[in-house]
């Protein structure tokens, strides 16, 4: 079983190739996977993800999606290159493999721990955010209820002076669709809640 003291010691002096952009795009001519994922596999310093993370299960102990969402958590934008085809029901194209450098992975076994406790802050202040937004927005609702008039697909001409407008439409072929960034030849309506005073649109935004 590989500790976290070995897998430091291996990648320490492992040297990789940190721009394999230079050799160019394109595709194998024995597989369905691009001349840059074929250099990143053969790589001394570069473990794919699924291979690192591996690697970090049987170091630490934790399950695989601990381990998955750790090393995501400490390399957001990992290298990565395409390889494979995506089934039609995801859409088609192809896959993407990412992978792990000496570098991140040695940065990772070394402050393990501390990945562990910082994502565990940064999920807290999350769930935090999450429901103080929640909140703010029950609150603004309540607000609306109680101090303003709710209009529903109304002509732009018959908007409020104090209007906090939610929606905006077009009437298609095939009915009510959101008009936002279309610019058809076509007559917009907007859905909102209007306000009896700017004293009270101006409190309702401040929310």
Same mark, same amino acid.
């Given at each position: 079983?590989?500790?976290?003291?070995?897998?430091?010691?291996?990648?320490?002096?492992?040297? %990789?190739?940190?721009?394999?952009?230079?050799? #160019? #795009?394109?595709?194998? %001519?024995?597989?369905?996977?691009?001349?840059?994922?074929?250099?990143?596999?053969?790589?001394?310093?570069?473990?794919?993800?699924?291979?690192?993370?591996?690697?970090?299960?049987?170091?630490? #102990?934790?399950?695989?999606?601990?381990?998955?969402?750790?090393?995501?958590?400490?390399?957001?934008?990992? $290298?990565?290159?395409?390889?494979?085809?995506?089934?039609?029901?995801?859409?088609?194209?192809?896959?993407?493999?990412?992978?792990?450098?000496?570098? $991140?992975?040695?940065? +990772?076994?070394?402050?393990?721990?501390?990945? +562990?406790?910082?994502?565990?802050?940064?999920?807290?202040?999350?769930? +935090?955010?999450?429901?103080?937004?929640?909140?703010?927005?029950?609150?603004?609702?309540? %607000?609306?209820?109680?101090?303003?008039?709710?209009?529903?697909?109304?002509?732009?001409?018959?908007?409020?002076?104090?209007? %906090?407008? +939610?929606?905006?439409?077009?009437?298609?072929?095939?009915?009510?669709?959101?008009?936002?960034?279309?610019?058809?030849?076509?007559?917009?309506?907007?859905?909102?809640? #209007?306000?009896?005073?700017?004293?009270?649109?101006?409190?309702?935004?401040?929310?």
């Amino acid at each position: 079983m590989k500790t976290l003291e070995k897998i430091i010691e291996k990648y320490s002096n492992k040297e %990789y190739n940190s721009d394999n952009y230079g050799i #160019g #795009g394109g595709l194998t %001519y024995h597989k369905f996977t691009s001349n840059r994922h074929e250099d990143a596999c053969e790589d001394a310093g570069k473990l794919t993800l699924g291979k690192a993370t591996a690697m970090f299960v049987k170091a630490t #102990g934790h399950n695989i999606d601990i381990v998955k969402e750790i090393l995501h958590y400490a390399v957001p934008n990992m $290298e990565w290159h395409h390889a494979g085809k995506l089934p039609k029901a995801y859409g088609g194209g192809m896959k993407k493999t990412y992978f792990l450098n000496a570098s $991140e992975i040695v940065n +990772i076994a070394i402050n393990w721990q501390s990945l +562990i406790e910082k994502l565990e802050i940064s999920k807290n202040e999350a769930r +935090i955010a999450a429901e103080n937004q929640k909140n703010r927005e029950q609150i603004k609702q309540e %607000y609306l209820q109680k101090n303003a008039s709710k209009y529903t697909r109304i002509e732009l001409s018959a908007r409020p002076e104090f209007f %906090y407008e +939610i929606d905006r439409e077009m009437n298609g072929k095939y009915g009510w669709f959101s008009s936002y960034g279309k610019y058809y030849n076509m007559p917009e309506y907007i859905t909102g809640w #209007g306000f009896d005073s700017k004293e009270k649109y101006e409190e309702f935004i401040k929310l």
